[in-house]
């Protein structure tokens, strides 16, 4: 297989950030780029399509699928499993796209180990941890337990905020959102 052609941009942020809003812009700029749509066990929020947003299968199906090796990288994250379908991402790669996926730490550290010349990461912090439980609360997607998981889980994330390729803060969404798509920009130039 040939996986010279194709680029892989990670972005990677803790929860209630801002990576779907931002995500969200950057599709209606570039439509052209490859969204990766994961493989969840956590339940469908209100308004999320399968196959457009998640597949959601059952924790059976998953762990099923990491037996017989059809993850690229999974991970269990605040008590759920998601996973990049390793077929899915590697033609693509194959095939020369740009694909864009939205993972947790570990799965950017498994996805820069596995395609390391392919593979930019993008960090995107919040502009503090109140500003974040201010933005989960007002998604209201996640009840008070969920939501103070995701936190805790953030205060860890955040701790590996210089270890990728770049780094964003989205504290004025139109601001960081210029600074993203130059970054975006960078990465298909190259
Ligand atoms: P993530 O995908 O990282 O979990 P979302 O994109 O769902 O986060 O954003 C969480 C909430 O914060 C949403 O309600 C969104 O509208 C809001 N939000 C995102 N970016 C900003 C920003 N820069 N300033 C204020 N609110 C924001
Ligand atoms: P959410 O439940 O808010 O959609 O996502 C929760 C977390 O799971 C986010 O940090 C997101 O980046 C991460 N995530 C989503 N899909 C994948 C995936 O395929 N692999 C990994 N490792 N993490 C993922």
Not at 49 to 62: A, M
Request: glycine residues 6%; aromatic residues 10%.
């Amino acid at each position: 297989m040939n996986e010279k052609k194709g680029k892989v941009i990670i972005i990677v942020a803790p929860s209630g950030t801002g990576k779907s809003t931002l995500l969200k812009m950057i599709f209606e700029d570039f439509p052209d780029l490859l969204w990766s749509v994961s493989t969840t066990t956590r339940p469908k929020r209100p308004g999320e399509i399968e196959g457009k947003d998640y597949f959601y299968v059952s924790k059976d199906h998953f762990e099923k699928m990491i037996k017989h090796n059809e993850f690229v990288e999974w991970a269990k994250v605040h008590g759920n499993y998601y996973g990049t379908s390793r077929s899915y991402l590697s033609k693509a790669i194959n095939d020369g796209k740009l694909i864009v996926c939205d993972l947790d730490v570990q799965g950017t550290d498994a996805m820069i180990q596995n395609f390391p010349d392919h593979t930019k990461a993008i960090f995107i912090e919040p502009p503090s941890i109140d500003t974040l439980r201010e933005r989960l609360r007002k998604r209201a997607t996640d009840n008070t337990g969920v939501i103070n998981t995701r936190l805790n889980n953030a205060k860890s994330e955040l701790l590996r905020k210089h270890d990728f390729h770049y780094l964003v803060r989205n504290d004025d969404l139109d601001s960081a959102y210029k600074i993203l798509k130059s970054i975006f920009c960078e990465i298909m130039e190259k």
